[in-house]
């Protein structure tokens, strides 16, 4: 049984405009049959395409991944006192306040100095 990550991509035709670099990963793919060596050269086709396209890289996801867990962390601890406070508000007044907790965590990180390099703005 094949799934569906290990699928072999077919050979692009001569007039596709295919970066040589993957033109030869696919080639090498295509040739190499359904074997163990097919399926790492569609792995090294993706890995160089996922270099190529501006994926974000593991520094970057070191510096937000504590901010974003903090910020998931912050809309239960903000629900929770509303819902300890004022009781049940409804799924839709819920939202607006998720919605108006996530996007005020990033200026205020910023504002109080804590947000990482990731967020700086850039300026040119």
Known sequence: MTLFYERQ???PAETDT???VTRDAVSSASHAGAGSSGRSATRRRFHLA???TGMVD???LR???PHYLAM???VFLVLAVIRATVGE????AE???IVAVVFAYRPAAQYLGVAPEAWEERRT
Do not use: S, Y
């Open 18 to 20: 295919v970066p040589p």
């Open 63 to 65: 510096q937000v991944l």
């Open 72 to 74: 998931f962390l912050l």
């Open 95 to 97: 939202l607006v306040v």
């Open 9 to 11: 991509t077919p050979e």
């Open 89 to 92: 508000i409804g799924f839709w």
């Open 50 to 52: 996922a270099r190529t």
């Open 58 to 60: 593991t520094e970057t």
